[in-house]
């Protein structure tokens, strides 16, 4: 298939982080030119006259098969938000799973997110959901001490068996996860760590979420849990650490020193009322790979990443008392070119350019009434944006939404679940 994008804005996030308007066209899974005035023929001709072409956005933690709990866990401490999750969870069905997978990724595939990595049990099912809407998904199996888990059989040798049978699945990329060190040994830590490493993939997990998590840690091991994870051995490139919201400066240095990727989540941790504000302009400086994530819509409501980004943007400005704190554009990359990177994929996502994969998003700012121009669009779209002005998505060169409605893909197949 191949297809034509003429006349749009585009916000390249090249190595230059060009902005101009021009044509992309696209040819099976790649973008072939990028210019003005292509004549070149094309399955799809799309005039995005008026319109935003930029990099589908990348959310870096997210547990999709939680779907359906949304709005059912509300204005609960802690304590009692996790009891009643683990309750809910510990409950489920399989289908229960899938058609809560379709509904979180159908509605971050409307909202412009064209690549995410989920943490959570059930992958396999996952996976098949992801498949169906064509995503591109990279699923962790989360594993802790077989003493906390409700998973059937060991999980590490449950995150194993889904790599080796999902590895060479088309957009589907599986990797192993941690829930966190309250529930995990430093055991089955590194035992995970040996199968990332034997089978080449991702690690994922929470780390220094709350206060209470890192204080408690401290009191059992004498050591914050970064200290601690650095000094066995356990950081690496290949981690993907989502919230670290509760870090000192000595963990932020051994973080970048171990080149971890981290996923801040700046709505959920202020739902949850976890209290404290990541480090992030800190960790920016001292060279941390720093992305953007939702967690799952039960901590969140929603998947759309605009208003992540956008949050991100004020929280930071806020807790610093300096409007200069988090540039735009520096906010912009961390949702497209710094999630490519934690990914492993910077040589093929996170921006419009020759010879990458076509993951590209186009957005209508008319509904807001914004002016369109190469001189203010970055901050309209971090603050003035929505994912509901998503337009297009094309994931992979695949045309999955056009016009704000999926090609292939029916709604009412959840909807006829939930009512049943």
Same mark, same amino acid.
């Given at each position: ?19 101009? $308007? ?10 072939? #030119? ?180 890192? $204080? ?10 970064? #200290? ?74 929603? $998947? ?117």
């Amino acid at each position: 298939m191949s297809i034509l994008i003429k006349n749009g804005l585009i916000v390249s996030q090249n190595m230059n982080r060009e902005i101009f $308007y021009g044509d992309i066209y696209i040819e099976k899974n790649f973008i072939i #030119e990028i210019g003005k005035n292509i004549s070149t023929e094309a399955d799809h001709k799309i005039d995005a006259s008026g319109k935003i072409v930029m990099p589908g956005l990348i959310n870096t933690h997210a547990h999709v098969g939680m779907g359906l709990f949304r709005g059912m866990i509300e204005d609960l401490k802690l304590d009692d938000f996790l009891k009643k999750t683990f309750d809910l969870d510990s409950k489920r069905t399989d289908d229960h799973i899938f058609y809560s997978s379709l509904l979180s990724i159908y509605e971050m595939v409307r909202m412009g997110t064209t690549s995410f990595l989920d943490l959570y049990y059930s992958e396999d099912i996952i996976a098949k959901a992801a498949e169906e809407i064509g995503i591109r998904a990279f699923l962790s199996w989360v594993t802790l001490d077989e003493q906390f888990t409700t998973q059937k059989g060991n999980p590490l040798k449950n995150a194993e068996n889904f790599i080796i049978s999902h590895k060479n699945k088309e957009r589907i990329y599986p990797s192993i996860g941690f829930q966190g060190v309250y529930v995990c040994s430093d055991e089955t830590l590194l035992k995970g760590k040996e199968i990332s490493e034997k089978h080449n993939t991702l690690q994922h997990m929470h780390l220094s979420e709350t206060r209470k998590e890192v $204080y408690d840690y401290l009191k059992q091991k004498g050591k914050r849990p970064v #200290e601690h994870l650095y000094d066995i051995g356990f950081l690496n490139e290949n981690l993907v650490a989502a919230h670290t919201v509760w870090l000192t400066m000595r963990e932020i240095k051994q973080l970048a020193e171990k080149n971890v990727n981290v996923s801040h989540n700046p709505v959920s941790n202020m739902k949850l009322g976890t209290g404290g504000t990541a480090p992030v302009p800190e960790m920016i400086e001292n060279g941390v790979n720093v992305t953007l994530g939702t967690d799952s819509n039960v901590t969140n409501n929603n $998947y759309d990443m605009f208003i992540v980004i956008e949050v991100a943007g004020l929280m930071h400005k806020n807790e610093k008392w300096d409007a200069s704190v988090l540039t735009s554009q520096e906010l912009i990359d961390l949702a497209t070119l710094n999630g490519a990177k934690a990914l492993k994929m910077r040589s093929l996502l996170g921006s419009i350019e020759e010879g990458k994969a076509a993951d590209i998003i186009i957005i209508d700012p008319e509904p807001n009434g914004l002016p369109l121009f190469k001189e203010n669009v970055l901050p309209n779209i971090i603050y003035a944006i929505e994912g509901l002005n998503v337009d297009t998505s094309i994931i992979d060169g695949n045309l999955i939404m056009q016009n704000k409605k999926f090609r292939k893909f029916d709604f009412e197949k959840i909807k006829n679940y939930i009512k049943s």
